[in-house]
């Protein structure tokens, strides 16, 4: 990730988390707040509601007890009480709608309206006989049809109850104070009996002629409970109502308000919170990106130069502030040119030092070419010192030889000696022979016949060469060939020279009595020739060397042994000559095995 990636996140992290808890927590404690206004607000509305329909039923019944106290509804003085009612009713207006007087059996002796009749089985004339102030429950008027109640008070004459004295009340007047009251826009203010039927509501109509008795609020009151809650009402709307037991009256108030108007501060107080937090959020966005790009802008100036330095292409960067930024952009400067420098002068070094190699390496070809040719001089000179030296060689061999014929009759001392110079021409020759062979080999002028060859031929031929030293030291020599081993590719005459030093190696190497081994083994496409011999060995760290011209294991006793160090170079350059190499192992005192592959000849 990107450092400044990261850099955004860090911030946001450690801005956004505290700023949510922050906000969270103001969140829901105003949110808390906001309910409980609400909450007291309704419970006001209803206890005003509750206040007023007190009041205003406490000015009725005061108004009954005065009129049954007065004089004139004692002595039942008809005019007078007409007179009387009718100042009350227009001080009241619209609130009395008759008032009228009971005897004691329940008959109508006197009515504002001049109606008569029996009201002895109305409970408002039942419970009144008994000496109570009653009021009765909301009904429609048989008058006018409007809600109304009947408020009765027994009349007393000299202590004892003389009549009762009942007035018909118009609701009206009620209700519109209730509708007065401040329950707020989607307020809704309603009165139930204990039955659940309406008994007051802004919608007229429904007095009396609907029942809520299976609504939450209704329930409620109607078992006398006060209190407030949220709960579907009788519209089928989700509201918070308060409800509120009248028990004088067994009247259930009921005041409330639609849930979203209720909490409608809610609701904004949340708007407001998530634009302060999202005002918030994007503020915090635009300073971490503005901070971590400063932060970072250096940085990536300073990733920039690395990558111009290390491609050759280096700029100085623009040190934009004082801050360790700024001194860390100073000192990578600095320090770039610096490495510049010391690179501009590392490679005019490196030419200089270039130039003389390049002087060093043409003297060096010329001297090598020097080298070759003085090289090819000597080998010229040695093949035509050795030419020169092999006829005259032949010549003294052959008048040795006719002396020898000739020795019947010498003296034994002359015949060793004709012996011993036999020999040593023998010796010489070989000798020659050997550094001419070298000689070839050393100028790559070695010229191969090759032709089918049956490697079984060249040991065969190697064993007969060496058949009078191998008598002589009494060392066996095996060969142990495949019958139908294939034949190879090579030059006969040359691989004969390699078989037979190698035996005559092994022969001059192994003590008296031993043994040499030559077995011959067939592969896919080649033929390996081994000779192995249980002679003194060679030590290890040698074994490389006896390869080189004129070497010999440094041993006094094989020094007595004869051999100028050749035989096995010039084993080793004609194998070459056949792409093949002579293989050696070696243990001391055990034996020492020498190999070599040749390629099959076709079928
Ligand atoms: P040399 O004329 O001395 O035999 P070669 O080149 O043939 O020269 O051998 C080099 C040397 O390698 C020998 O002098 C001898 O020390 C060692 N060497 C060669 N063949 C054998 C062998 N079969 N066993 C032990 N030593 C060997």
Do not use: C
């Not at 609701?171 to 509708?179: A, F, H, V």
């Not at 130039?355 to 000179?381: F, G, P, V, W, Y």
């Not at 190697?462 to 495949?482: G, Q, R, V």
């Not at 031993?514 to 030590?539: F, N, P, Q, Y």
């Amino acid at each position: 990730m990107r450092i400044r990636t990261e850099l955004i996140i860090f911030f946001l992290i450690i801005s956004v988390v505290p700023l949510s808890a922050v906000v969270y927590m103001s969140y829901d404690y105003s949110k808390e707040a906001i309910r409980n206004t609400v909450m007291t607000n309704l419970l006001g509305a209803t206890e005003n509601s509750g206040n007023a329909i007190d009041n205003w039923m406490d000015a009725r019944k005061d108004d009954i007890r005065v009129i049954s106290r007065s004089e004139f509804a004692i002595n039942m003085k008809k005019d007078e009480l007409r007179e009387y009612m009718s100042a009350y009713e227009s001080e009241h207006e619209g609130v009395y709608e008759e008032f009228f007087l009971l005897d004691l059996d329940g008959n109508i002796v006197f009515s504002t309206l001049n109606r008569t009749g029996n009201a002895a089985q109305e409970p408002y004339f039942i419970e009144a006989a008994r000496g109570k102030l009653y009021i009765s429950d909301v009904s429609l008027s048989e008058i006018n049809g409007y809600p109304e109640i009947i408020v009765t008070n027994p009349v007393r004459k000299n202590g004892s109850i003389s009549g009762i004295l009942a007035a018909r009340v118009s609701m009206e007047n009620l209700y519109r104070i209730l509708e007065n009251i401040d329950i707020g826009k989607s307020g809704e203010i309603f009165i139930v009996n204990k039955d659940g039927d309406i008994i007051f509501h802004s919608n007229r109509s429904v007095i009396l002629h609907k029942n809520i008795n299976n609504n939450f609020a209704v329930n409620e009151v109607t078992y006398e409970k006060n209190g407030i809650n949220e709960y579907v009402n009788y519209k089928g709307e989700k509201v918070l109502g308060s409800y509120y037991w009248l028990p004088l009256y067994r009247w259930g108030l009921v005041v409330e308000k639609n849930i979203d108007e209720a909490y409608s501060g809610v609701f904004n107080l949340e708007r407001r919170m998530l634009s302060i937090s999202s005002f918030a959020l994007i503020a915090v966005v635009l300073v971490a990106v503005v901070v971590s790009r400063r932060i970072t802008g250096p940085i990536k100036s300073l990733e920039e130069g690395a990558t111009g330095l290390l491609s050759g292409n280096f700029k100085p960067i623009p040190v934009s502030s004082g801050n360790e930024i700024g001194k860390l952009t100073k000192i990578f400067d600095d320090t770039a040119l610096e490495l510049l420098e010391i690179r501009k002068k590392l490679e005019a070094k490196i030419d200089i030092a270039n130039k003389d190699l390049e002087q060093k390496n043409k003297e060096l070809i010329a001297a090598n070419e020097e080298l070759k040719k003085l090289d090819e001089m000597k080998s010229d000179i040695i093949s035509l010192v050795s030419h020169e030296l092999k006829t005259p060689l032949s010549s003294i061999r052959i008048s040795a030889e006719y002396l020898e014929s000739e020795a019947k009759n010498y003296p034994q001392a002359q015949k060793d000696m004709l012996g011993i110079i036999i020999r040593n021409i023998d010796r010489l020759t070989r000798l020659i022979n050997d550094i001419l062979d070298l000689s070839k080999i050393e100028a790559g002028k070695m010229e191969l016949q090759l032709e089918r060859v049956d490697i079984r031929d060249i040991v065969n031929a190697a064993i007969e060469n060496t058949k009078l030293l191998s008598l002589k030291k009494n060392i066996s020599i095996t060969a142990d060939i495949p019958g139908n081993i294939s034949q190879v590719i090579g030059d006969r005459e040359k691989l004969i020279i390699v078989m037979n030093n190698l035996v005559e190696n092994a022969l001059k190497f192994t003590a008296d009595g031993g043994s040499i081994l030559l077995s011959v083994k067939e592969d896919a496409d080649s033929i390996e020739v081994t000779m192995k011999d249980t002679g003194i060995g060679i030590e290890k760290d040698k074994l490389e060397k006896i390869f080189d011209k004129f070497y010999q294991v440094d041993s006094t006793s094989r020094r007595k042994i004869g051999g100028l160090g050749l035989g096995l170079s010039i084993a080793g350059g004609i194998i070459r000559a056949h792409g093949s190499e002579i293989h050696v192992e070696s243990e001391i005192e055990k034996g020492s095995t020498f190999s070599f592959r040749l390629k099959k000849a076709g079928k």
